[in-house]
């Protein structure tokens, strides 16, 4: 039987999600801790990877689990899981749902703070920039909506069989109490290090190193050589992502409180 397991994660500690020699994954705790559980191997696929110390609010993984249980798994589980990672639910789907593939969108949000806060810290990521001009910098994002092909946003896009996407939402906003920002972006799929590569040039528009239009070039003649500099990690959360038969919201509550109350958020 083929189950979706509706997860969120810190990812501070971890290499990313996928399982990797080069540190301890999110998968890899995933699969020790319902191995353990039922006393034989047991292997997931998730709806995709996040990078070192990128977050998820809301990620979904697949697992076949052919034996039948007569305990609570979702409390066993969340029992024998670290604190930085949850289970919410677990959905019995159809033997052919795919957990990656049959994604149809996925969302990012990025959080950032201008000023030092320890209680921000690795929930956000800190820019101690004063004046930033933001017009310029959703004016950019806007202009996602007009392109598809992100190969010049893409650390290793010719591991990709193509690299476009579409994107259907990016909007700039800010938090007009506390001075924040935070990116948004939807697309129906995305390449590695794309939303923090897209993120890192945002910031540098914002701050006056880079023009709206020499951002637009690298959109327009997507193999244009480039100097890529991905934004901080810690900012980053894979928030939301949906299936023809599946859409349901986020289970933590976490990602709410960063970023506060929706009225002191103002689109840009």
Known sequence: MRYFFHIGYLGTNYSGWQKHPDGLSVQQVLESALSKIFKSPVYIVGCGRTDAQVHASQFFFQADIEQSWDFDLLF???????????????????????????????????????DKDPFLSGFSAM??????????????????????????????????????????????????????????????????????????????????????????????????????KPAYPQGLYLSKVVYPYLDTTAGSKFSELLAGNAADWQAV
């Not at 024998?80 to 049959?102: E, K, N, Q, S, Y």
């Not at 996602?144 to 946003?153: C, G, P, S, W």
């Not at 935070?182 to 897209?198: D, P, Q, T, Y």
């Open 76 to 114: 066993r589980l969340n029992n024998v899981l670290p604190d930085d990672i949850a289970v919410f639910d677990i959905i019995p789907v159809a033997a052919g749902a795919h957990a990656r593939f049959d994604a149809t969108a996925r969302s990012y949000d990025y959080f950032i703070h201008t």
């Open 127 to 228: 820019y101690p920039v004063k004046n930033w001009d933001l017009n310029a910098m959703q004016r950019a994002a806007q202009l996602l909506l007009k392109y598809n092909d992100y190969h010049a946003f893409c650390t290793m896009p010719d591991r990709n069989t193509h690299t476009i996407c579409n994107v259907t939402a990016a909007n700039i906003y800010t938090d007009a109490i506390t001075g924040r920002i935070r990116f948004h972006i939807s697309a129906n799929r995305f390449l590695g290090k794309m939303v923090r590569i897209i993120t890192g040039k945002l910031i540098d528009i914002a701050t006056g190193k880079l023009s709206v239009e020499e951002f637009e070039s690298h959109l327009v003649h997507p193999k244009k050589t480039q100097v890529i």
